[in-house]
C-alpha cells in the first residue's frame, strides 16, 4: 500500500541554520561592501526577512547615496551574497535531529518535500551539504513563485507537484511569515521555534522548542 502523506518543510532556520545573526551580518555586510554600501542593520531587519527588503533597508540606511542609482545594483549585491553563501557552505549546519526525523519518516513511507523562499541554488547546496538533498521528494524555491511566502502559494505548488492534498500534507516551519503562508494554505502547521510565547497565536496546529517523528506522526492521525 502506497502511503499518502507528506511533511513539507521550510529550509532556512528550520533544516539548517542559516539565519544565524553572525553569518547572516557577515554575508550582507559582504555584499554591501562590494557595492560601495555600509551595512549597519539590526538584526530585526534582515534575520527572517527577505533579500529585497534587507537591501531597500540598508539603502535607506546609506543616506549620502543617490538611491535611485542604488536601485539598479541590487541584482548585483544579491548575486554577490550568493556567492558568499556558497563559498562558505561549510559553516552551515542542520538543526538538531532534522536529518534523523527525515531518515525516519522516509523509512515509514512518509515524503520529505522543501518549501523555501532562497533560491534554488541554494537551496540544493544546503541540502546536499547536510546529506537529504536525496531525500527531497519536492522543492519549491522563490524561483517557482510570483508570490512569495506569507502567499500560501509556494505550499500550494508544493502539494500539486506531489500531486497530493492539503489534507495528506503537514508543515514545519520557524519564521511568523512561513506559518502565515502554510495557514493560510490551509495545512496543519508545525512551529518549531525558540520561543513559544512569541508564536501562540499565529494559527500553527502545534507550537514547540523540539522536532520529532512521533510529533509529525501525530499531527497526521489528530
Not at 540598508?58 to 538611491?67: A, C, E, G, Q, R
Not at 542609482?69 to 549546519?93: A, H, M, P, Q
Not at 526525523?101 to 541554488?121: F, H, M, Y
Not at 520529532?212 to 497526521?220: A, E, P, V, W
Request: proline residues 2%; hydrophobic residues 40%; aromatic residues 10%.
Amino acid at each position: 500500500m502506497v502511503i499518502d502523506k507528506n511533511v513539507l518543510w521550510d529550509l532556512d532556520g528550520t533544516i539548517v541554520r542559516s539565519e544565524d545573526v553572525d553569518f547572516k551580518f557577515a554575508m550582507f555586510e559582504y555584499a554591501s561592501n562590494k557595492i560601495g554600501l555600509k551595512f549597519k542593520l539590526s538584526q530585526e531587519d534582515y534575520i527572517g526577512k527577505e533579500a529585497q527588503f534587507v537591501f531597500k533597508k540598508t539603502l535607506i540606511t546609506n543616506k549620502s547615496i543617490d538611491v535611485a542609482k542604488y536601485e539598479l545594483e541590487y541584482n548585483k549585491w544579491y548575486e554577490l551574497s550568493v556567492n558568499y553563501i556558497l563559498n562558505n557552505i561549510d559553516f552551515i549546519k542542520e538543526r538538531d535531529n532534522v536529518v534523523e526525523v527525515w531518515k525516519d519518516l522516509d523509512n515509514v513511507g512518509i515524503k520529505n518535500s522543501v518549501v523555501t523562499s532562497s533560491r534554488e541554488d541554494i537551496a540544493k547546496a544546503y541540502l546536499s551539504k547536510i546529506g537529504l538533498l536525496g531525500f527531497c521528494n519536492s522543492l519549491v524555491s522563490v524561483n517557482h513563485v510570483s508570490n512569495p511566502k506569507p502567499s500560501p502559494e509556494p505550499y500550494l505548488l508544493c502539494v500539486k507537484n506531489l500531486n497530493t492534498s492539503v489534507i495528506n500534507c503537514v508543515t514545519v516551519e520557524d519564521s511568523i511569515t512561513g506559518i502565515q503562508s502554510s495557514v493560510n494554505a490551509c495545512i496543519k502547521t508545525i512551529a518549531w521555534v525558540d520561543d513559544v510565547d512569541k508564536f501562540n497565536n499565529t494559527g500553527a496546529s502545534v507550537v514547540t522548542t523540539k522536532i520529532n517523528t512521533d510529533l509529525i506522526l501525530g499531527l497526521f492521525n489528530s
